[in-house]
Structure formats: C-alpha cells, structure tokens
C-alpha cells in the first residue's frame, strides 16, 4: 500500500511522490524544491526517482535531488539524462521499494523518443504522453509511433489512474469539443473540469475509461472525430494520417 501526494511544480507541472510512510519516490522531479518540502515535512527518504524523458520541466531537480539523497535514478537509456543509474528502453518490470509493487516500463515514443512510461498498482505515469482530455506534441517521434504509444496505454485496464505530468485538462476539453460536440460524456466532463478549476482543484489523475470516452486523440476511429478532423484535412485517410491531422488541428487550435 503507498500514498500519491501531488505537487505543483512551475506553471502548470505535476511532480507524483508515492510513499508507504518512510521511503518515497518521485516521478519526473523538473524542480528539487517542492520536492524537498514535502519529503521533509512528511519525514520521508527518497529512495527513487522515475523519470520519463528529457525534458527539463521532468528531470531539471534530479541532481539537486540526489545532492539530498541516495536514490537509484530510473530513465530513458536512450535520451541523455544527468544521474540515471538504471537505464530503461521499455519492456522491463522493476521493484520501486517505496510502495512494495512491481511495476511495468511502457516504451511510449512520440512527444520524445525515448519516453516511457510507468505502469503498476492500477496507477500509470505517462508523463508528456497522454495528457486528461489530449496527448503530448511530438516534438521528436511521429504521428504513427504517437498513435501506437496511445494505443498501448488505451488497453490497460479502464480503472487504472492516469497521472499525466500536466494540468491542461481545460484547453484539451475545449479543443475536444471542437473536434466532437456532439459526445454527451465529453460534454459533462468539460462541465465539472470546468467547476474543478473555477474553485482550484486538479482535474489529475484521470482514469483509462474516462479517456477512451472523451479523450480524441483515442478516439480517432469515431465517427464525428473522422468527420470533422476530414473536414480540415480531407487528404487524410487512415488512422494514422487522421491522428496526425487531429494533433496538428490542436497545434493551431
Ligand atoms: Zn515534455
Ligand atoms: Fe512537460
């Protein structure tokens, strides 16, 4: 059994700390600080570190972490990360001893090449990949390694909680809803994310079910998502070229 404790970090950043009440880890640390706090003010040892691609806003608090604590550093074997002792390409299961559980290494490329994600205890951290309500750019993969990195999290168990590294819920569902007004989940979910942010809650984590409802960078094989991302790119014809036309739809949104 292990806790999450959410961390606001930057603008809009999630930084995810598990603990069993000693040891913790922390997933995608892009600022030491915060991190700092909570672990002293719960009285916790970091032991862990996960994480899930380069990007500074991930990992920019590792070292400063580990000036503090002598924690074993998961992450992409295949981006250049500063302090990663044990190197991952996706495939693996590794022990995480803050929270006694196994948990699986996803490789996700597509908003980074070497991204992973990390997926145990119905919990999945995703970092830049699947967001609450849309998906990450790809800043380095393409739309076919995304598409397949999303469909790979799609098929974990509906009940798994989605920790995703961003608050975007809000702009993702308002873009959503261009996309697919007609869907009366989506519709109800933008309603209470709304609420949610209008008195400061986190609409993080998600569930893998409430995704595949509303989320439509799951969702390109719908009917209406089909039809109106055809209706501004009518070259695109499979799956794949209607999952690229809907990110680069988003890109502009
Ligand atoms: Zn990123
Ligand atoms: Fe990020």
Not at 71 to 78: I, L
Not at 138 to 151: I, K, T, V
Not at 158 to 163: G, K, L, Q, W
Not at 213 to 239: K, W
Request: aromatic letters at 8%; one cysteine or more.
């Amino acid at each position: 059994m292990f806790d999450v404790i959410r961390i606001p970090a930057f603008k809009d950043n999630y930084i995810w700390l598990l603990h069993n009440g000693a040891a913790a880890a922390v997933v995608d640390p892009g600022d030491a600080r915060p991190v700092l706090d909570v672990l002293r003010r719960e009285r916790l040892s970091l032991t862990t570190i996960l994480v899930t691609h380069h990007h500074a806003d991930h990992q920019g608090g590792v070292s400063d972490l580990l000036a503090h604590h002598a924690a074993e550093v998961f992450g992409p074997a295949a981006e250049s990360i500063a302090g990663i002792t044990r190197p991952l390409r996706g495939g693996e299961t590794i022990r995480i001893a803050a929270c006694d559980d196994d948990f699986q290494v996803v490789a996700v490329p597509g908003h980074t090449l070497g991204h992973v994600a990390y997926y145990g205890a119905g919990c999945l951290f995703c970092g830049d990949t699947l967001f609450a309500g849309g998906c990450g750019r790809l800043f380095e993969g393409s739309a076919a390694q995304m598409a397949e990195s999303l469909a790979r999290l799609a098929a974990l168990p509906d009940e798994t909680a989605v920790y995703c590294a961003h608050e975007y819920t809000q702009a993702n569902l308002r873009f959503a809803l261009a996309v697919e007004p007609g869907n009366r989940r989506l519709q109800n979910r933008a309603a209470e994310v709304a609420a949610a942010r209008a008195r400061g809650a986190a609409t993080v984590p998600s569930t893998i079910a409430i995704e595949k409802a509303t989320n439509p960078f799951l969702r390109c094989r719908e009917p209406e998502v089909l039809a109106s991302t055809q209706r501004r790119a009518p070259e695109a014809r499979d799956e794949v070229a209607v999952f690229g036309a809907l990110r680069e739809w988003k890109n502009a949104f």
